[in-house]
């Protein structure tokens, strides 16, 4: 299949023909092969208990796809059949952006932002559904919002939910990066028991570019996967991909050399290689055993147009790498 990753149908993997090796911070694998309607920003993904593969992104008022089989995708209608009246506060424009898609206590729930370019005058809101369908998601509001005088940015959002119950979630652009909260599981939003905003990541210089974060427990570890540098620019876009891991859920996060992401630290897990602009707005999706890697990216090769990326992580001697 194209780009040399090949995924099979209802998210079985179809081995290529050569062995799976981890690349090299210089040779980056090329994304699984996708067909349909796969033009996306901030891309999250999950498998409904029926089989389905949803795929919400950013734009309208959060951009719906579904799949049978993780490889051609339909567009759907949007989330939301209209903008929530407090979008307004924080945007005129009405298109939220960065989804976080999930399944918990048989409802979905789907984190995302509201804020304009270049501001922190942003909020995460949450909505639920019980079918996940476009129209039937219920909206819950404001989770957490910054403001002009913040020196954070409430965008982003990511729900991590620890093997002992415990909710969090990280969220964050530039200004101070990436933070993480305590939620109450029962309302999906701010614990009242414990109301610590940690740091997770950040850059030292302007214009301190790291966004987008996520969290997943493997083998032990907490890893914080996050998108640094230029987004949104087409193929002078240079988003890429790093990641970090910790021993606690609030951190701190080292790099492979041991170099802390609140101090710059962050191991590459991919970046621009060859057609493939700028990849990052990740998530990580559980499918079959396996994790998924899933990400938007600029193709050089369709004048620049955002497409969805999938590859397989394998995970050896306790770092992910992408193949």
Known sequence: MAYGTAFG??????????????????????????????????????????????????????????????????????????????????????????????????????????????????AIGLATSTTGKPGTWKDQGVVYSSDAGSDYNAIDPDLFVDSDGKWWLAFGSHWSGIKMIRLDPKTGKPYAGDTTRHSLASRSTAPRAVEGPTVVKR?????????????????????????????????PYHDRNGVAMNKDGGTVVMASHGSVIGPGGQDIMPDGGKDLLVYHYYDGRDGGAPKLGLNLLEWSGGWPSAY
């Open 9 to 122: 149908v209802f998210g079985q993997d179809v081995e290529p023909k050569a062995a799976a090796v981890p690349p090299s911070a210089s040779a980056y694998p090329g994304p699984g092969r996708v067909t349909g309607d796969v033009v996306v920003h901030d891309p999250t993904m999950l498998r409904a208990p029926d089989g389905r593969y949803l795929l919400h992104s950013t734009h309208g008022r959060l951009e719906v796809r579904t799949s049978t089989d993780r490889v051609a995708f339909s567009r759907k209608a949007d989330a939301f059949s209209s903008p929530p009246r407090w979008w307004s506060r924080y945007s005129t424009e009405n298109d939220p952006w960065a989804p976080d898609l999930s399944h918990h206590g048989g409802r979905y729930l789907m984190y995302y932002s509201v804020s304009a370019f270049h501001s922190n005058t942003s």
């Open 219 to 251: 083998n032990g570890y907490y890893y914080l996967f996050a998108s640094y540098d230029t987004c949104c620019s087409g193929t002078t876009s240079s988003y890429k991909i790093k990641v970090g891991r910790a021993t606690k859920p609030t951190g």
